[in-house]
């Protein structure tokens, strides 16, 4: 399917287990994003990727890890999880830069119990 | 640090024309200002970008004053389907500065 997907939708994992969170896109797109949302903060970007095999850090990187080995994926780790990284995270992606039309996928709601 | 500030709640009702202002007062020469739409459990959606003056495009209208400190997004004749959150982004060449804010919430009645 052509487009931005994310897996998985939904995610229920305990306090210090690792996660990972994975996103894909067929454009192929240079940029690829991290976002997560939380009530009354909107989107804060985690993490973004300008092409392959270089990433860089947005407004809230601590206590995540990404790496981009290949331009179509973009996975996103939690090495330990905490609660506090309950949140739903949105990948997205676009051609050129940040202030470009971003597509986005549909997101992956995560609980840290 | 291109902030944005936004209402954080509109009503209006069917039909109507709703304009929702965004300020964004450290504005950078080199940066667009875009407006998504999302939906609840969906990503956000492109609606529409403008650098200054006036953009339109079928679903809505962008409009940018000479001094850039602010825009506001016009939609016209809203239905109901257009409930949904509304966020301004001001964004150029640095990516690393992305900041979405936290949106405007419309509710369209009938």
């Known amino acids: 399917d052509a487009g931005i997907t994310q897996s998985p939708r939904y995610k229920i994992t305990e306090t210090g287990r690792q996660v990972t969170l994975m996103c894909h896109q067929t454009w192929s797109h240079s940029y690829m994003f991290w976002y997560r949302q939380d009530l009354g903060h909107g989107l804060r970007l985690i993490y973004y990727s300008a092409a392959a095999d270089i990433t860089d850090k947005g407004e809230v990187p601590d206590g995540y890890v990404v790496s981009r080995s290949k331009t179509e994926n973009f996975p996103l780790t939690l090495e330990s999880a905490t609660r506090s990284q309950t949140s739903v995270y949105f990948c997205?992606?676009?051609?050129?830069?940040?202030?470009?039309?971003?597509?986005f996928g549909p997101g992956t709601r995560l609980t840290v119990l | 640090l291109a902030k944005t500030t936004q209402p954080i709640s509109m009503d209006s009702y069917e039909g109507q024309e709703v304009n929702i202002t965004c300020s964004h007062n450290n504005i950078a020469t080199n940066d667009y200002i875009t407006w998504y739409q999302q939906f609840p459990s969906q990503g956000p959606r492109f609606i529409i970008q403008?650098?200054?003056t006036k953009v339109t495009n079928e679903v809505a209208s962008l409009f940018i004053p000479a001094d850039r400190k602010s825009s506001t997004l016009s939609l016209p004749r809203v239905s109901l389907s257009d409930t949904a959150v509304y966020y301004c982004?001001?964004?150029?060449?640095?990516?690393?500065?992305?900041?979405f804010g936290t949106g405007t919430r419309l509710q369209v009645f009938p």
């Open positions: 403008g650098y200054k």
């Open positions: 997205a992606s676009t051609w050129d830069r940040g202030g470009d039309e971003q597509f």
């Open positions: 982004l001001v964004a150029g060449d640095n990516t690393d500065k992305l900041i």
